[in-house]
């Protein structure tokens, strides 16, 4: 039996986690990708609850960089980057309810070589950046185009690195805003944090009727942090099951996979990003899992364990977790 089957989605979906009818976004029906989260773009496609959806989706820089000799700096237009798929519109959705979306699959698409990775001028983790001003000279642009299968991402004629994709931007769309694809913030976005891969439920909130589900920027691989800015962008054919959870109303995205319970945060500095996902999982200890704040509070000092997504986007993402078998049954 899978575990999704006792997966929170599963226990509270209106479809009960159960599969829905089939939809498919490609090339020609997404049109124009976005660029901007928010509620003003109308939807490119309208489901029920329980739906599966498969998604045609570019890489970061929606194919612009084709060669080793090419130079982002003259070719990628900021803010221009991270196109995103959507808006999908899920019916009796409203704000205060949640979306709960499983990653089925992704997979690599498009002539090889499909990965792209790369440096770009004052952009990346150990650089000098508009928001981190020095007086350092930008490295040298590099671009490094690689063979990318779901047998893994041919690094050089000796690495072969493993092909983990996971979506590195998802959410809903924020009530009012209209914000930039390529920031995290309570509504997801462009969070790049690898445990929203295949297998895994993120919920999100609903801000908006419908929700407005956006999807994009899937990378083949990625370490912790993100370090130079660009992960093994790729563009992907990504499948993901969308349930609706009624008066499930969070302030945070929250993540579920078979063995552990993720709260994410997404802020400068880094270490309210932290703040924020740990207190996140706190208050859902507290709420669901029957534990005083208290105690949830000194137990997860010495079990709770921090994923590092992205430390090079407008919000720094981390994600705080908890085993399962700590946190115990929801009651």
Known sequence: MAWTEHSIMARRGVAKGQPGKQH??????????????????????HVEPGAIISAETHDAFEGRITSESDR????????????QNGPIHVHGAEKGDALAVHIRSIAPRGPQPCGTTCMIR???????????????QPLPEKVRKLHVTQDGVRWNDRITLPYQPFIGTIGTSPEIEAISSLVPDYYGGNMDLPDVGVGAIIYLPVNAPGGLLYLGDC??????????GVAVE??????????????WTLAWPRLETE???????????????????????????????????SDAYLLLTQCGRVRLGNMVDPKYTLGASVLKSIAGEAR
Request: proline letters at 6%; aromatic letters at 10%.
């Open 259 to 293: 063995t552990m319970l993720m709260c994410i945060g997404s802020a400068r500095p880094m270490e309210d990003a932290v703040r924020i996902a740990y207190r996140e999982l706190i208050r859902w200890m507290v709420a669901e899992y029957g534990f005083e704040e």
């Open 122 to 136: 004052e952009f990346g983790g150990l650089v000098a950046t508009g928001a981190t001003a020095l007086l350092n």
């Open 72 to 83: 982002p700096s003259e070719i990628l237009n900021f803010p221009f980057l991270n196109p």
């Open 234 to 247: 790729h563009p992907t054919v990504t499948t993901v099951q969308v349930d609706l959870i009624k008066g």
């Open 219 to 228: 990378h083949a691989a990625q370490g912790d942090g993100e370090l130079c």
């Open 24 to 45: 498919s976004i490609t090339e020609a029906s997404q049109g124009r990708y976005h660029y901007v989260y928010g509620p003003y773009a109308a939807p490119v496609l």
